[in-house]
């Protein structure tokens, strides 16, 4: 079964940046387009950014200009690069198959954008 790992958030001040990376546990990981989502208490989880097999990336219009998805398909892994954080990106961060989610639900990552 994939086991998908996320790390690299944290809290940081409006106006920084983060680095998100995602661990995919599953050798046809280049075969797929991946995702980040994310989530806030009592709110649905959300598509944030997603990245084709040929690495077109596609955004969520609230972070277009502020982030950047990219994959490394020989480390299995995905980044979210994010830059000019504001409060309304403070959420957890997860990573999936996209559109469709193939995958049991990793940890995430919380990430909290505060003055």
């Known amino acids: 079964q994939v086991q998908l790992v996320e790390s690299g958030g944290g809290l940081v001040q409006p106006g920084a940046s983060l680095r998100l990376s995602c661990a995919a546990s599953?050798?046809?990981?280049?075969?797929?387009?991946w995702a980040w989502y994310r989530q806030t208490p009592g709110s649905q989880r959300d598509f944030v950014a997603g990245?084709?097999?040929?690495?077109?990336?596609t955004y969520a219009d609230s972070v277009k200009g502020r982030f950047t998805i990219s994959r490394d398909n020989p480390k299995n892994t995905i980044y979210l690069q994010m830059n000019d954080l504001k409060p309304e990106d403070t959420a957890v961060y997860y990573c999936?198959?996209?559109?469709?989610?193939?995958?049991?639900w990793g940890q995430g990552t919380q990430v909290t954008v505060s003055a």
């Open positions: 999936n198959t996209w559109p469709t989610v193939t995958a049991p």
């Open positions: 599953t050798s046809a990981f280049s075969f797929y387009t």
């Open positions: 990245i084709t097999i040929d690495t077109r990336p």
